[in-house]
């Protein structure tokens, strides 16, 4: 069951947007080994390294530094799909924002929405899951860009009002120029902060939609809500999102899971059971499919891999790694880094 995924209405948006020419644009889907047609398979899921290559692949031929902001500037709530017109159909700013935090899994499981009220503040988190930070830094860098300068657009075009951020948050070590983040924030955003995020008035995020519909907002919820529970093993999904979502720095117990879906411990089991698994497995499971994809990068040592996977020591992460696939890690990276 592929964990880590993006729809490609929200990659092609970013490669649509960086593609001056059809040969522009045959060279980055190549990157992601799709084809050009692929991109108007809206219900087409992509995998994380996927992802990352297309994302780099569009960075490198479009040759703009702020390719995130700029792509960002141009996204409208289209591109989410059936949330994108739940937003579009809510009564004020912040109810819109909770339902992208809400039903963000409906367009992928590489990225968390979340709000803080704090006073007067609202404090709108922008997160890109911790393994891509590992697997692509620059493209997970350039994702919050996006996601930064395509909230402000979207919020800005949902109400008319030229909403701004009062400060703009990033995890990241500061870059070199920051113009175009001055322009588009009306602010000078700051660097080595403990999340990625942008800090607003609540006042400015009560304002009134210019598209509310009631009716048609219930609608929309009922078709997200049936959505994402007929998809096969919908509960299982639900739980490795949130063991994704808690695996920073260590990958979450089981009491800490099922607190977080409001279950006790046993009741977890007796679920996982029924689908004929367990917490263990599936947590295994994931860490498999982290490890895969940063075994395909060049970045890491099999040392560092096994200590972002919560390993004590490499020879541990190796006997794993071989239950899992038959092979060792440095062979798995050897058969990869060939077959591209």
Same mark, same amino acid.
């Given at each position: 069951?592929?964990?880590?995924?993006?729809?490609?209405?929200?990659?092609?948006?970013?490669?649509?947007?960086?593609?001056?020419?059809?040969?522009?644009?045959?060279?980055?889907?190549?990157?992601?080994?799709?084809?050009?047609?692929?991109?108007?398979?809206?219900?087409?899921?992509?995998?994380?390294?996927?992802?990352?290559?297309?994302?780099?692949?569009?960075?490198?031929?479009?040759?703009?530094?702020?390719?995130?902001?700029?792509?960002?500037?141009?996204?409208?709530?289209?591109?989410?799909?059936?949330?994108?017109?739940?937003?579009?159909?809510?009564?004020?700013?912040?109810?819109?924002?909770?339902?992208?935090?809400?039903?963000?899994?409906?367009?992928?499981?590489?990225?968390?929405?979340?709000?803080?009220?704090?006073?007067?503040?609202?404090?709108?988190?922008?997160?890109?899951?911790?393994?891509?930070?590992?697997?692509?830094?620059?493209?997970?860098?350039? $994702?919050?860009?996006?996601?930064?300068?395509?909230? @402000?657009?979207?919020? !800005?075009? #949902?109400?008319?009002?030229? %909403?701004?951020? /009062?400060?703009?948050?990033?995890?990241?070590?500061?870059?070199?120029?920051?113009?175009?983040?001055?322009?588009?924030?009306?602010?000078?955003?700051?660097?080595?902060?403990?999340?990625?995020?942008?800090?607003? $008035?609540?006042?400015?995020?009560?304002?009134?939609? @210019?598209?509310?519909? !009631?009716? #048609?907002?219930?609608?929309? %919820?009922?078709? /997200?809500?049936?959505?994402?529970?007929?998809?096969?093993?919908?509960?299982?999904?639900?739980?490795?999102?949130?063991?994704?979502?808690?695996?920073?720095?260590?990958?979450?117990?089981?009491?800490?899971?099922?607190?977080?879906?409001?279950?006790?411990?046993?009741? @977890?089991?007796?679920?996982?059971?029924?689908?004929?698994?367990?917490?263990?497995?599936?947590?295994?499971?994931?860490?498999?499919?982290?490890?895969?994809?940063?075994?395909?990068?060049?970045?890491?040592?099999?040392?560092?891999?096994?200590?972002?996977?919560?390993?004590?020591?490499?020879?541990?992460?190796?006997?794993?790694?071989?239950?899992?696939?038959?092979?060792?890690?440095?062979?798995?990276?050897?058969?990869?880094?060939?077959?591209?």
């Amino acid at each position: 069951m592929q964990t880590l995924w993006v729809s490609m209405s929200i990659l092609r948006n970013i490669i649509l947007g960086a593609a001056r020419t059809t040969e522009a644009l045959k060279k980055i889907c190549a990157q992601g080994n799709i084809s050009v047609s692929d991109l108007d398979n809206h219900d087409m899921k992509l995998s994380l390294e996927q992802n990352c290559a297309l994302m780099d692949a569009a960075l490198q031929i479009s040759g703009d530094p702020d390719l995130g902001l700029h792509i960002g500037e141009r996204t409208t709530v289209n591109v989410l799909g059936i949330t994108g017109h739940l937003m579009e159909s809510s009564k004020d700013l912040l109810t819109a924002l909770h339902h992208l935090q809400e039903y963000t899994t409906s367009f992928t499981r590489l990225y968390y929405f979340g709000s803080e009220l704090n006073g007067s503040e609202v404090v709108y988190r922008c997160e890109p899951i911790a393994v891509w930070n590992d697997l692509s830094p620059e493209t997970a860098r350039q $994702s919050v860009d996006i996601a930064f300068s395509g909230t @402000l657009h979207i919020l !800005r075009l #949902l109400t008319g009002f030229h %909403i701004q951020p /009062l400060q703009v948050w990033y995890r990241y070590a500061r870059i070199r120029d920051t113009t175009e983040h001055q322009r588009i924030f009306k602010c000078q955003p700051l660097f080595n902060k403990p999340a990625n995020a942008l800090v607003f $008035s609540l006042k400015d995020l009560q304002h009134s939609i @210019l598209g509310y519909n !009631r009716e #048609l907002n219930d609608v929309f %919820i009922k078709m /997200l809500y049936q959505k994402l529970h007929q998809e096969n093993h919908s509960f299982i999904q639900q739980l490795r999102t949130l063991i994704l979502e808690l695996s920073t720095p260590s990958f979450p117990g089981i009491e800490e899971v099922a607190a977080r879906l409001h279950l006790t411990v046993r009741t @977890l089991q007796r679920k996982l059971q029924e689908e004929n698994t367990s917490f263990r497995a599936e947590t295994e499971s994931i860490r498999k499919e982290i490890a895969c994809n940063l075994l395909s990068a060049k970045n890491l040592t099999v040392a560092e891999i096994a200590d972002r996977l919560g390993y004590t020591d490499k020879a541990a992460f190796q006997r794993s790694f071989k239950q899992w696939t038959g092979v060792t890690p440095s062979s798995y990276r050897t058969s990869e880094t060939t077959n591209k």
